[in-house]
Structure formats: structure tokens, C-alpha cells
């Protein structure tokens, strides 16, 4: 007990003691990946129990051409050829106008869920006044938001008797501007919540009491959503591997597409594709990655099957292929401008709004969609994923420039494994004596 409290070297001694099987190694790595004392600090305040940081990769993915402007992109991902192809489809559309894209809405909306026995009609009666009342409490807190055009938008009631005759929810709609807006709607929904019951008992002469359940916002975020496009006329779209033409590579694109519209096995890994790019660009800006992927798979089942969040049309000889999908982000507050790495990847973005980063994002997802289903109808996606894979392992073997330039070349043409490299360099480094 009273673990929180320890400082971080006793947390990493306990640790090390209890749990690690190399206590020297165990050490030496958490040292290796810990900054100097300000910049830890930093990365320590974030979160709790804190012993080291875990760095991933941090990319750029050039070529971008969104809206007429250029973008090099910062990514953070894990992930082999994720960089690589997301800038190729950047380059392929950037000579064929690059990518639209358009915030469709950007509204967020948050829940208070109660139970209430009495009347609806006198809740629904009682809403407008207690509306006014809200925002005249929460007015100091929220005259920032207000002066830059957002703040509360709307309440409305709503019945949920699938859950109990007597559970509601209160809706509240939101514009949060610039910021997420996660904190700015759960401090006025926990208002809310406390108002209410207050409100409803001094307004009603009845004696039923409300219960409220909780109060938080919602992740599933339909009226905040984006649309990005590519498009050109179908001879533009060039020749590819194997001689296929442009013509016969547009009409297999669309029909992977359309699988994935309506195989829900197809369309999670298609999905999964789009989110590669989407979670690596949400990561490096600071934001958060759980909301996002939440709110893009909901939505992608809002017709009632879970489907591919990408579309593709071909009609009167042009290729179209969009993506549109919620996505709730901010460039400013949270971790954007705490995260050394966040703040300077909004520089490197030239300072996008929250609506410029929603379709830098998005584009993002449409480039590796693309990306992905251009290798997938072509030459299959193992011929560079192996690729990578090779260099790690060579990297594992600690191959030197020329065994990894030799291994290249050998590989070329023969199935990567880990086995195969091993007995490849071993041989290689035998015949050098
Ligand atoms: C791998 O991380 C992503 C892909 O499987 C996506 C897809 O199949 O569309 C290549």
C-alpha cells in the first residue's frame, strides 16, 4: 500500500525485485530511455507510476497536397511501411490534383443520464429555463469558449425505456473550437447533474426525486465528422506492376472496396489500414488515439453493419474514392502544446485550426487506404512488408552496410525468415573468414 507515494527509484527497485529476470538489464534499459530531470518531469506529470518513457518512432510522411497546400506529416507508429505508403499515395495524388477535403460539421455532444419517475412533460417544460439557468452558472467558465464562438449549443431530453421506464438522458451539443473539448464538457455536464435535480424539485410540486447516474461525454462523435477526396479521370491513374492497365486496376480497386462495404471481416482489416495512418498522425499531435478509433468504428456500423469507412465510385470514366469519418481533435489544450514532440509537430503542420488538423488527419487515413489497396490488388502487400522485415532482422544480426546491401540483393527474389537470414549471413560471413 502507499505505492503512488514511493518515489520513482524505489517503484523501479520494488519492480526489478519483484518481477524482473535480469534486475542489472531491467535497470540499465530504464535508465536508457529516460530523459534528463526537466524534460522527465515533463513526460512524468502526464500519467501515474511513471519508471522510464517508451519511445516509438517518429516519422514524416512528405508529398501531401491538401486543399492546394503542401504538408510533410509527422507520424508516430510502430509499424513497418506505414511511412513508406502513406507517402507513395501521397506522391501519386499530388501529380493528379491531391486530396479535397471538407469539415462537414463539428459538433460534440455530451450525456447526463438520470432516473426520474414523474412526468416527462414536465421535464420537457422545466428544460428551457433550466437551459438558461446552466448557462448563467457556467458563464464565467465558459467565456473564453464563448468569445471564440463556441461553448453549449443545445439540450434536449430523451426517453431510453429499453434501459428502465424511468431512465433519461439530458443531450447537450457542443462546439469546442480549437480544443477537443474534453474537460470544457465534462466540467458543464457535472454542473448539469448537480442543477438539475435542484431545478426539477423547486420547479415541480410533486414528490418524485431524481437520481443522477453520471454524467460524461460522449466518444462517438457523428456531427463532428470530415470528408476527404482523390479523384481523376481513369487513364490518369497510370500503369502497374505486371502491366496491369489503368482501367482493370480501377475496377479491382473498387470491387476491394466494395467487399469491404459488405464483409465485416474484410472490412476490419480494410478499417484497420485506414487507422494505421489516422492513429500515427492523432499520436504525434497529442491527441487522443482510444476516442478516435472508438468513434470511427461506431460510426462505420451506423447503417447498422459494420462496413468499410472508405468508398469508390467510377462514373463517366472518373475514379473517386473518399473517406469521411468523425474525428474529435484539438490544437489546443490537452497534451498538444505540453508534448514537446506534439507542439512541434503542429509547427511542422504550419499551425493548423482544429478543422485543418480533422483533414490533415483524414487524408492521412484516405493516402494509406489507398496505399494499401493499390499493393492488395496488384502485387500483394508481403513484397514490402518483407522488405522491412528483412532490415530488422539484419539490424538483430547486427549485419554491417555491405552484408545488409548483400542480403538485399540475395533477398530479392527468396522468402525472408528469420532462419533464412541467420543461415544467409552466417554462410556469407564464413566465405569472409
Ligand atoms: C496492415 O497493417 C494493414 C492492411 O492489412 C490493411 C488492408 O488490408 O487494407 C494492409
Known amino acids: 500500500s502507499g505505492f503512488s507515494k514511493w518515489t520513482q527509484s524505489e517503484k523501479i527497485n520494488w519492480v526489478i525485485e519483484q518481477f524482473c529476470s535480469d534486475p542489472k538489464a531491467a535497470q540499465a534499459t530504464l535508465k536508457n530511455f529516460q530523459y534528463d530531470s526537466k524534460q522527465q518531469e515533463v513526460l512524468n506529470g ?45 506522391k501519386f495524388w499530388k501529380s493528379r490534383g491531391g486530396f479535397s477535403a471538407q469539415v462537414l460539421s463539428t459538433i460534440k455532444e455530451g450525456q447526463v443520464h438520470f432516473c426520474w419517475s414523474g412526468e416527462k412533460s414536465l421535464l420537457e417544460k422545466a428544460l428551457p429555463n433550466f437551459e438558461a439557468l446552466l448557462r448563467e452558472e457556467t458563464s464565467t467558465f465558459t467565456e473564453n469558449m464563448r468569445q471564440r464562438g463556441g461553448g453549449l449549443e443545445r439540450i434536449r431530453i430523451i426517453h431510453l425505456p429499453e434501459v428502465g421506464p424511468d431512465i433519461y438522458q439530458l443531450r447537450f451539443h457542443f462546439e469546442t473550437c480549437d480544443s477537443m473539448g474534453a474537460n470544457f464538457i465534462n466540467s458543464i455536464l457535472e454542473k448539469a447533474a448537480e442543477l438539475w435535480p435542484q431545478y426539477i424539485s423547486e420547479v415541480s410540486d410533486t414528490k418524485e426525486e431524481m437520481e443522477i447516474i453520471m454524467s460524461i461525454l460522449s466518444n462517438y462523435t457523428p456531427s463532428c465528422v470530415v470528408r476527404v477526396e482523390v479523384s481523376c479521370p481513369v487513364s490518369e491513374l497510370g500503369g502497374f506492376p505486371g502491366g496491369m492497365s489503368a482501367n482493370s486496376f480501377a475496377y479491382r480497386f473498387k470491387r476491394a472496396v466494395d467487399i469491404a462495404r459488405h464483409d465485416v471481416f474484410r472490412a476490419t482489416t480494410h478499417n484497420k489500414g485506414i487507422f494505421n ?39 463517366d470514366d472518373v475514379f473517386r474514392f473518399w473517406l469521411e469519418l468523425p474525428l474529435a481533435l484539438g490544437t489546443v489544450g490537452g497534451l498538444t502544446r505540453l508534448h514537446p514532440m506534439a507542439s512541434l509537430s503542429l509547427d511542422i503542420l504550419q499551425q493548423p485550426s482544429a478543422r485543418e488538423l480533422m483533414q490533415i488527419t483524414a487524408a492521412m487515413g484516405l493516402a494509406q487506404n489507398f496505399s494499401a489497396l493499390r499493393s492488395l490488388v496488384t ?24 552484408e545488409k546491401q548483400q542480403a538485399f540483393d540475395h533477398f530479392e527474389d527468396q522468402v525472408v525468415s528469420f532462419g533464412a537470414v541467420r543461415k544467409y549471413l552466417e554462410k556469407l560471413r564464413g566465405e569472409l573468414g
Not at 500519467?47 to 509527422?74: D, K, Q
Not at 447498422?304 to 462514373?315: A, H
Not at 512488408?385 to 538483430?396: D, F, Q, S, V
Open 277 to 315: 495512418g489516422i492513429d500515427a498522425v492523432v499520436l504525434a499531435t497529442g491527441n487522443d488515439f482510444r476516442a478516435v478509433e472508438s468513434a470511427g468504428h461506431a460510426y462505420a456500423t451506423r447503417t447498422g453493419q459494420y462496413r468499410s469507412l472508405t468508398q469508390c465510385e467510377i462514373k
Open 379 to 402: 502485387v500483394g502487400i508481403q513484397k514490402g512488408h518483407m522488405k522491412m522485415h528483412l532490415y530488422n532482422i539484419l539490424i538483430h544480426f547486427k549485419a554491417s552496410r555491405e
Open 46 to 90: 502526464f500519467s501515474e507510476n511513471t519508471l522510464s518513457n517508451f519511445p516509438l518512432p517518429y516519422g514524416i510522411a512528405p508529398h501531401f497536397v491538401i486543399n492546394g497546400r503542401s504538408y510533410a506529416i509527422p507520424m508516430v507508429i510502430e509499424e513497418s511501411s506505414v511511412v513508406a505508403a502513406a507517402s507513395a499515395a501521397a
